[in-house]
């Protein structure tokens, strides 16, 4: 299917047991996108994949780091991590939401 509408699609946690974000995911063959929300004091533990990542926020404010820098960002910034590079995030606001853009392969967060 070419079309999605991410408001109606029914949302999961992204990767627990390492992260407490969720919402739902859309993947193609080699790419995917993530329409998150992240409760207050929570986030993802530091972790690295493979694929490369673009996050950007749209409410509220994350706090990230990616290897040695840290930086609060909110709505309209943007974080980009490259291939196996150290990140972690933290919700500083309830119900901040972000969307996420990963290249498909590698996914997965390697040091859980």
């Given at each position: ?43 993802a ?8 990542q ?59």
């Amino acid at each position: 299917m070419p079309f999605y509408n991410l408001n109606e699609m029914e949302g999961a946690v992204i990767s627990p047991g390492h992260s407490t974000a969720h919402g739902p995911t859309v993947r193609g063959n080699e790419l995917e996108l993530g329409y998150y929300t992240e409760p207050k004091d929570t986030g993802a533990k530091p972790h690295k994949h493979k694929s490369e990542q673009i996050m950007m926020v749209l409410s509220g404010k994350l706090r990230m780091r990616i290897d040695d820098e840290t930086r609060d960002i909110g709505p309209g910034e943007v974080a980009i991590m490259t291939s196996d590079q150290e990140h972690e995030q933290f919700a500083l606001e309830e119900g901040t939401r972000f969307v996420s853009f990963k290249t498909a392969d590698g996914a997965q967060p390697e040091n859980e």
